[in-house]
């Protein structure tokens, strides 16, 4: 089963050409491994899945993680950087909550 593709994530980003396909690439599992460490849950977990599918919440979680990882390569900036609240709240009901 498949993430997200490079061409989803290319749509996302509007990049017509191939010069940051490695890049993407490695964002794209840079945004799995988050999303995986957010929720508490491993990648074969059926509740990511409907079918061989993606569920919604979580491809677009994954693709504003990429957009923003895309957008914000740099080390510094002139704008002050903070994460994404919608990233959280569509991944919120998938996270696993519970005490150690």
Do not use: C
């Amino acid at each position: 089963m498949t993430w997200v593709t490079l061409e989803q994530a290319k749509a996302h980003l509007r990049v017509l050409h191939s010069h940051d396909d490695a890049y993407i690439t490695t964002l794209i599992d840079i945004a799995a491994q988050h999303m995986l460490d957010y929720t508490d849950r491993a990648d074969d977990d059926p509740l990511f899945w409907s079918g061989s599918e993606l569920k919604a919440p979580i491809m677009a979680a994954m693709l504003l993680l990429i957009g923003d990882l895309y957008a914000n390569r740099e080390a510094q900036t002139a704008a002050e950087l903070k994460p994404n609240p919608a990233f959280e709240r569509l991944l919120w009901s998938y996270r696993r909550l519970g005490v150690l």
